[in-house]
Each structure stands twice: as C-alpha cells, then as structure tokens.
C-alpha cells in the first residue's frame, strides 16, 4: 500500500502584480495553480495541493503586514499532515513617488517585513518566500499614464529589491530577484501601454522563477513544469 504524500497549500499574498492585473491567464499564481491543479488531477487526488491567490490592487507592504495574519490563517490548515508554502510579494508600491515625494520609506518597508516575517514563522508548518518588485518601463511610468502625480522608477525600485533582499536574508527567507532579471527588465514584459503591469511574458517568467525556488524548497506541483 502505497503511502499518500502531506498535503500541500500555497498562499500568495500582495499586490496588484501577485492578483494578476490585467493578464487574461490570470497572472504568474494563476500559472502556479495550472501546475497544481494538473498534478492532483494526474495522480488522482494522491497528491493534493491548493494554490490561494490574496492579491489586493495598490497594497503597499503596510497593507500586507495588516491583513496577513487573518486571512493566512483561515486558508492554512496547521497539521501534521500539511506542508504549507507562504509567497509574499509587494513592494511595487512602496516604492511610488507622489508629486515628487517619497511617502513611503525603505526602513519602513523592511520593518514591515519583519513584521510579516514573525507572523509567518508562526506557522511552524509553512516555507516562506520572499519575491522582490519588479522592474518598470519608465519611459512609461515616469509619470504612469492614469496619473500624472504617480511616478515609478527604478533607481528607487532598486533601493526596496535590496532591502528586501537584507530582510530575507536576516530571517533566513528564500528570495526570488526580480529587479535584475535580465527577462523583466526587458519592454515586452510589460503590457505596452502600461510599462508597470505585466504582460504575459513577464507572468510567465514570474511563474516560473517564483516555481523553480518553490520546488527547490518542496513544493511538489511545480516539478516537470516548463
């Protein structure tokens, strides 16, 4: 009789980027979840694994460190029998700048971090990832189209990837560099009139970046995907 491996769930909370906006395949989770979906219906039930996407449009890491808990908590099952994986992206919107203003602050982002990061490592069952912002097409973002006070830039980019990169770091966090990938740094990653938000290649690569270290760490469903 053959031994039935722990369950497996996945949360993936953050912004509008995590969501999926406006890709019509649903974003880099939605890719993760194709994965999943497909594995448990290959082996009959005999590997399960659910794939939770808490992506909320404009979060800044304030807003994650806020509602983490609670609806973590209600979506991950503290058991013997799971093995739970925690992805938190956000930091696109820290980084904003508002009619040449910085209202938010890197040791701000890294202390809101560290808040996120206690509360995961109450979940003494879960891995937990770090994925860092993306690149932007400033040509497009340097004011962004739909707002002419909102401006995103890379430099500045730059400055939360790294502190992300310290925090995770220090809690002893995979991370997953976003900001100096040679594919999403490129224009065709972003949708073309947006140069924020992502196209499908740059969801794909996501996907498959975010994938590749999830597996590393245990996560099953992504085994044998592209």
Do not use: C
């Amino acid at each position: 009789m053959s031994v039935r491996p722990r369950e497996q769930r996945l949360v993936a909370i953050g912004d509008s980027i995590t969501l999926g906006h406006w890709d019509p395949l649903g974003g880099w989770i939605a890719r993760l979840r194709q994965a999943s979906d497909a594995r448990v219906l290959d082996t009959s039930r005999h590997e399960y694994a659910a794939v939770y996407n808490l992506g909320v449009s404009s979060n800044t890491s304030r807003d994650v460190a806020d509602r983490f808990k609670p609806e973590v908590s209600v979506r991950l099952v503290q058991s013997e029998v799971e093995e739970a994986f925690i992805v938190v992206a956000v930091g696109i919107n820290d980084s904003q700048i508002r009619d040449e203003r910085e209202p938010y602050s890197v040791s701000d982002y890294a202390s809101n971090l560290r808040r996120i990061g206690v509360e995961a490592g109450s979940f003494t069952n879960a891995t937990t990832v770090f994925v860092g912002p993306t690149p932007v097409d400033e040509a497009k973002t340097d004011p962004v189209s739909w707002d002419e006070t909102k401006s995103f830039r890379n430099a500045r980019i730059s400055d939360f990837s790294d502190a992300m990169a310290q925090v995770a770091e220090e809690l002893s966090f995979p991370f997953v560099d976003l900001f100096h990938d040679p594919v999403l740094a490129h224009e065709d990653a972003h949708i073309n009139w947006d140069g924020l938000h992502l196209s499908w290649t740059g969801h794909d690569r996501i996907a498959h970046l975010v994938g590749r270290e999830l597996s590393v760490h245990g996560w099953r469903a992504w085994a044998g995907a592209k």
